[in-house]
């Protein structure tokens, strides 16, 4: 069904945009280095793939990991440009990560929501899947309507 004011809307910003919240379930200690490198690959890997299926700008990516039990215990990543590439945070002060949750928010010009979303979920399952972490999906969303309405 088309929504006149949300494809207008979109029309003028052109900007495609997903988020998903993961929970992450290890049986392992996981060094923080390796959750930092685990969210960059994924900024990469995720707009790379947007990229090869028509996006044609990085509005910004975004990334952040913690521990379930300790919401401070967290890696923050960003992602604007492959010139300048991923900068990461890592505010896990050598904590292991053991279980938590990672988010991921993805905006790119040239395709839209549904298609940010079609593209990223492949992604990240294949980088779980080579890291052998189990995960679930939590939430994810893409917009369905304006974010501000008159």
């Known amino acids: 069904m088309e929504d006149p004011e949300l494809d207008m809307h979109r029309s003028i910003d052109g900007l495609g945009k997903f988020s998903v919240t993961l929970k992450i379930d290890t049986e392992r200690d996981i060094d923080s280095n390796e959750i930092c490198d685990l969210l960059s690959k994924m900024m990469i890997d995720v707009t790379k793939a947007c990229f090869d299926n028509g996006a044609d700008m990085i509005g910004h990516v975004k990334s952040c990991a913690h521990n379930g039990d300790d919401e401070t215990k967290i890696c923050t990543a960003n992602l604007t ?70």
Not at 96 to 115: A, E, R, S, T
């Open 81 to 150: 440009s492959f010139k300048t590439g991923v900068r990461t945070n890592d505010m896990m002060s050598g904590t292991k990560f053991n279980g938590g949750y990672i988010m991921l928010h993805v905006i790119v010009h040239g395709l839209w929501d549904p298609q940010v979303r079609e593209i990223s979920l492949p992604v990240i399952d294949g980088l779980m899947s080579e890291r052998n972490l189990e995960y679930r999906v939590l939430r994810d969303f893409f917009e369905t309507e304006k974010r501000m309405k008159n």
